[in-house]
């Protein structure tokens, strides 16, 4: 009985990382695509809600005893990525846009303080790392209700999803607060679906088949998508259920593919999201390196169409991820546990 609970929570983990690593090459691709396009906006139908859905798929309801240990776990994973890219931000402005510095420093730290993704009034936007954020607190804020809500949940986090989808439109909050709650609706889905629904079901697929018909048509044919960061819920809550649908199409999908030989590659990829996301942050500023690559405009070498262009930028940064991974497990790991004992 235990080496079958052992075998189901790997194949868990795997299908998982393997949602993972489409959602965030469905990222790098979606901040690529030219705005209003079918592929944005079928990509940005799901991406973000899905990452917080798999996040919903593993938390665990835990007591007030744990809350500390279990937030600065959180924190140095989500939080501590944040502070080094702009660290790192702030050092390419300088030696490569040739930005003021106290100017560019003062813009960073309040970016960091406002904590979301877009400019607002005289806010300057973080850029993506607002997800980072928005996932830390949300954490933080669905464990409290998990702890606190025993009964009536679903009805509780749908009634204050509609509540801050509403006031989002009108006020945005520091640190993405009035994001939490559409967010935590999402980390819900992913947690009821781990508890309470039988993945192996031919309901589950049944169900499946026609959340993809719903999703693909009002995403892909209708433009009908929910975008996060600048509080964009079409026709309120429907937005949200085109979302749920995206991210219930992609979970099967990457079931379906798990004992296929790609899903290593996609395992590997989902498994460092978080490290690939950093690296696609800060590739932008080496695009005066593209003009020899990628090429287009005023290319140095020969031209290719944009779906080409966009291939070969995801392949750059899988690959710059793949040298980072071995750089930092095979050398900064060992060295500091070297100086550590």
Not at 150 to 165: N, P
Request: hydrophobic share 50%; aromatic share 18%.
């Amino acid at each position: 009985m235990e080496e079958k609970m052992e075998t189901q929570i790997k194949k868990r983990i795997d299908w998982l990382d393997i949602a993972k690593g489409i959602a965030i090459i469905c990222t790098i691709v979606g901040h690529n695509v030219p705005f209003g396009g079918n592929i944005r906006n079928i990509i940005f139908s799901f991406h973000m809600p899905l990452f917080f859905v798999l996040a919903g798929y593993t938390i665990k309801q835990i007591p007030y005893k744990n809350f500390g240990s279990t937030i600065l776990k959180d924190f140095k994973r989500l939080v501590v990525p944040v502070f080094i890219i702009k660290v790192i931000q702030f050092l390419l402005e300088i030696l490569i846009n040739h930005t003021e510095v106290k100017s560019c420093a003062k813009t960073i730290f309040i970016s960091i303080l406002w904590g979301n993704g877009c400019n607002y009034y005289f806010f300057p936007g973080v850029g993506a790392v607002w997800f980072l954020l928005a996932l830390f607190f949300s954490k933080l804020l669905f464990r409290l209700c998990l702890n606190l809500i025993q009964r009536y949940r679903l009805v509780f986090f749908l009634t204050l999803t509609f509540v801050f989808s509403v006031f989002g439109r009108k006020l945005w909050l520091p640190q993405n607060f009035d994001l939490l709650f559409p967010a935590m609706l999402f980390m819900y889905s992913g947690y009821v679906f781990r508890k309470e629904i039988d993945e192996d079901s031919k309901y589950i697929k049944f169900i499946g088949f026609f959340c993809f018909i719903f999703w693909t048509y009002m995403a892909w044919n209708k433009g009908i998508y929910i975008e996060l960061a600048t509080r964009s819920y079409p026709f309120s809550m429907v937005s949200i259920l085109i979302a749920l649908c995206g991210t219930l199409c992609v979970i099967q999908f990457s079931k379906s593919i798990e004992s296929m030989k790609i899903s290593k590659s996609l395992v590997f990829v989902g498994k460092y999201s978080l490290d690939l996301l950093c690296i696609h942050l800060i590739d932008n500023y080496l695009s005066f390196l593209w003009t020899f690559i990628i090429f287009t405009g005023n290319a140095k070498l020969i031209k290719i169409n944009s779906y080409l262009q966009l291939i070969f930028h995801v392949l750059i940064d899988i690959l710059v991820l793949i040298v980072w991974i071995f750089v930092k497990e095979k050398i900064f790991i060992k060295l500091f546990y070297k100086i550590k004992s």
